[in-house]
C-alpha cells in the first residue's frame, strides 16, 4: 500500500549557508558601508542586528531572498512583532520551527478528509502519515496541500510504493 509522510523539517546547513551568503552580500551593499550590521545563527534561531529599525527590516529582506536561494520558507519562522531595542543597536531574532505542530496536523488531516480522495491520513508525533491504494490518489494529496493556505512549510519524504 503506497504511503508518503508530511513533515516541516528545515536542514541546519542549508540555513548557515543562507546566513553565510546573506552576510557576504551585506558586506557589499553600499546602503550598509559603515553600519554595524550583521546576522547571527545559534541553533534554528537566526539574530539580525543593524543600527535602525528600517535597516533591521533591510536585513530581513536580504536574508529571506538567501533562504528562498536555499530552498528554505522564510514563512515557517516564528517573529516576534516588535524589534528588540538595546542602546544604539535594534535586533530581530527567526527561530525556525522543526516539525509539525498538532493544530496543523489536523487542519491537514481535516483538509485531506475534506477533499473526498481515498486516502487516510494519521498524525505520527510530529509528521502525518498518509496511506491510500493508488499513487494517483497519494499525488492529488500532494498537489491539494501544496495549493493550500498552510503556513507551514511542508515536505513531503518517504514515499513508499
Known sequence: MPSFDIVS?????ALRHAVENANRELSTRFDFRGVEASIAQ??????????SDFQVR????LFTKACLKQNISAAGA???EELEH?????????????GIDQPV????????KESKIKVQ????GDQVRVNGKKR???QAVMALLRESKIETPLQFNNFRD
Open 105 to 112: 496536523a489536523k487542519q491537514i488531516v481535516k483538509l485531506i
Open 121 to 124: 491520513a494519521s498524525i505520527q
Open 42 to 51: 545559534n541553533g534554528l534561531a537566526v539574530t539580525l542586528k543593524t543600527e
Open 136 to 138: 494517483d490518489d497519494l
Open 78 to 80: 516564528d517573529k516576534p
Open 9 to 13: 523539517e528545515i536542514d541546519e546547513v
Open 86 to 98: 538595546s542602546g544604539k543597536t535594534f535586533s530581530l531574532t527567526l527561530t525556525f520551527r522543526q
Open 58 to 61: 533591510q536585513l530581513e529582506e
